[in-house]
């Protein structure tokens, strides 16, 4: 049965919904427009009057994704406070939170293939998302001197590596494969032995 009220100026929303649903069942490759459309309970014809095709609704749930990650990833930040180490370890718990609550979300952002360049607005969102990782990064180095200080941007973007790589293999139920330990173990011993490495936190921390 057609979904009531779109017509009303949500349709744009419910369409991005849809194609969320559709990404996570599917795959972002998996579906149609013609089927977001039937899924919106709008007609072929209404999407492109929003998107010009799958790959810019697509895009826009991405961009709605890293919106959503990026509050979460500041406000994980934030919960640390005063703590530079909690405050950058919460950050790799929520990207794990983050991949389990919005699975459409997380598909679209990091696996249709969609560039966070295609548009302006997602490429802002996204800059914004990794700049709360480097954020929390500077702050753990900041007792290094500046000249034996390694780069934030480097190690950050060593963790969200990781952490995605955990999310990937173990938090996202891969047919067959079962998780050693709990990922959230996984991704703070493995935070815990990398910070450990490069010096940014005590040995015995």
Known sequence: MPKRGYHHGNLRQALVEAALKLVEEKGPAGFTLSEAAREAGVTPAAVYRHFEGREDLIAEAARQGYEIFADLMDYAFQSGQPSALASFEATGRAYLAFARKYPGHYVAMFESGISVNRTPELAV?????????????????????????????????????????????FARGAPGRTAPFPPEELLESGIGIYLRGMGLIPPDS
Do not use: D, Q, Y
Request: proline share 9%; net charge neutral; no cysteine.
């Open 125 to 169: 969102v996204a800059a914004r998302a990794s700049a709360v990782l480097e954020k929390a990064a500077a702050a753990l180095s900041e007792h290094i001197p500046p000249e034996k200080r390694p780069p934030a941007a480097m190690f950050s973007a060593h963790i969200w590596a990781m952490s995605h790589g955990v999310v990937e293999l």
